[in-house]
């Protein structure tokens, strides 16, 4: 997330595409984990799309895909907490956002 271009989706499908065609060949699985940018619910669920449409179900697993990215973890937080009161919460309701 320090650096000022990270995880794109053209990069990404050229990358899960190369995944697909080394598992195609060898049989291996390998994963994969975008590099930082990531930081809305939103943004992840367009990710774990891509990963799904270009690689499948087995690859939807924390040691073939992951996410790491602290503010998306703020973020999921607050959408939870809409989703469960109907407002978004103040910044001292919930300390790690």
Request: charged share 20%; hydrophobic share 45%.
């Amino acid at each position: 997330g320090k650096e000022a271009i990270n995880a794109t989706y053209p990069a990404a499908i050229v990358m899960v595409r190369a995944i697909r065609n080394y598992f195609l060949c060898s049989g291996h699985k390998v994963g994969f984990k975008p590099a930082g940018g990531i930081r809305t619910a939103q943004e992840a669920l367009v990710w774990l799309s891509l990963i799904k449409e270009e690689l499948g179900d087995d690859w939807l697993c924390p040691h073939l895909f992951r996410l790491g990215a602290s503010s998306l973890l703020a973020d999921i937080e607050r959408q939870i907490y809409h989703h469960v009161t109907g407002q978004y919460p103040a910044y001292h309701e919930l300390p790690m956002a």
